[in-house]
């Protein structure tokens, strides 16, 4: 609010002076006080029309309810957390009555209370986040596209989608495309949109045969259209781009960045914001494209962005702005006590199954996207040992979610490291297509393959994309263009998730039912103690 006690002039109310008056019959004192006056009306006038607004965002919470350890953050002190986003959500809109906390998409998909609820126990906590709105994202979908309807129906806050439509019909799948929001007199459209790209290429097909994602830019234009005669500003909630690093030490070792984020923004012009998700990597600056401020966090609860804007209404602009993004450190925050209980209310109804101890590992299974590791080479070999007479195994470095710690592994933390209903899929392909995958593995943009033990692939960085691989050995053999090989995978890379496009030459295709976390805890049952090994199966030159 602008304080109008500011500009109370001190002024003879009559208007008399008795100073001299000059050749007009204005005293000098009594010009100096009109100009004064003048200036502070328009001044007045100026700061009328600006209008300070505070934004909160986040992206692709996935599911982390509680604080956890991101080592590359720090080794000892726990980061995120919901009752870490609502204590300062709350406290923020307790300060400033003109804040909006908005939410990008991919609330699912994280730690086991997500897998074992469909999601309900994540829409249940997002109901005490205090969100203004939020959009969906691809994980929305891991379930299936019905179990997502159900669950969002359960949403107190607006969950916005305006392009994902029923498959054949133009009926939305969730038919809430924007809303408009007054905050301090400023009229603001929120939209909330999916990219297609990102969607198809990071969802599983099954879960999405009801359902289909038309072009954003189309929708984005059309909701702008709708919505530019009756609001000021116009927010977009999106989830695009490519997606997030899955490692343990977050290592930049694949190009990420907000590309997409950029090129939507050039494409379509009139949003003044765009809150983005699915890279996975906050931005602290914020990046302006064709006049949109582009934001974003990192993943996993981390970080609250809070984006403050200053709207003058005569320009109808946004004249200024500062951003901030800061580890939501759990130290530094006193926890919500209404989200704690929702926490462990869910918490209660799960113990049951996420302590169940399976077996013992002498070291942390730790996760890379670049080279083989721990964690990818006990899932890859799971997954063998479930169908031992197959060739070998891969599976995507971008599935595995969650480090698990040494000492005792509980079936929560298997569903922590491998959080979708993924079954095994048997394929049979040739040499020469196999090939093509550990390309696209290579290139780096969705992660290696990692793979069961007698599979050694070697590649180089430093070639073009698409002919990186330099030594491919499958049980102590040169891959053969020619073979045949008997291939187990999971059914989401069978069916070309993750740009693994090739996967769909097979010539074979069988679903097997067994879910990948049924077989990640049947294998380690055989291990009293578990001892994984770096055995340099996939590596770089
Ligand atoms: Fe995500």
Known sequence: MVNHQLFIIPFARDGQSKLPMDRHGFTFMKRSIISALLVALFSLTALAQEKKINILYTNDLHSHLEPHIVPWVSKTRQVGGFANIA???????????????????????????????KGEAIID??????????????????????????????????????????????????????LIRNINGVRIGIIGLHEKFAFYDTVSDEMIRGVEVRDEKVYLRKYIRELKPKTDLIILLIHLGIPGTQS?????????NHQHDIDLANAVPGVDLMITGHPHSGISEPVVANGTIIVSTDAYTIELGKLEISYDKRLDRITSYKNRLNYLFDDEVEDDPQMLAVIKKWNDKLMDITDRVVSNTTAPLTRSYSVESLMGNMVADAILDAFPTFD???????GLRQDIDMGPVTVGELIAAFPFPNTITQLEMTGRDLRQI???????????????????????????????????????????????????????????????LTFKKTLFYKRTGLEIVQAMTNYLRKFNTFTPTIEGRVRKQ
């Open 392 to 398: 070998f195994a891969v599976t995507n470095s971008g």
């Open 87 to 117: 204590a300062r959500v709350k406290a923020e809109k307790a300060a400033n009555p003109h804040t909006l906390y908005l939410d990008a998409g991919d609330s699912f998909a994280g730690p086991p209370v997500s897998s074992l609820t």
């Open 438 to 500: 550990f390309e696209h593995g290579a290139g780096l943009t969705n992660g290696i393959l990692q793979v069961s033990r007698g599979v050694e692939v070697v590649y180089d960085e430093s070639r073009p994309i698409g002919q990186r691989i330099v030594k491919c050995h499958i049980k102590g053999l040169p891959l053969d263009d020619q073979r045949t090989y008997r291939v187990l995978t999971s059914n989401f890379l069978a069916d070309g998730g993750d740009g693994f």
């Open 125 to 178: 906590a997002m109901n005490s986040l205090g969100l203004d709105a939020g959009c969906v994202g691809n994980h929305e979908f891991d379930y299936g596209w019905q179990n997502a309807i159900d669950q969002f129906k359960k949403a107190k806050f607006p969950l916005l989608n305006g392009n994902i439509f029923l498959k054949g019909t133009d009926q939305l799948h969730w038919n809430n495309p924007y």
């Open 248 to 256: 343990t030490g977050g290592e930049k070792d694949v190009v990420r």
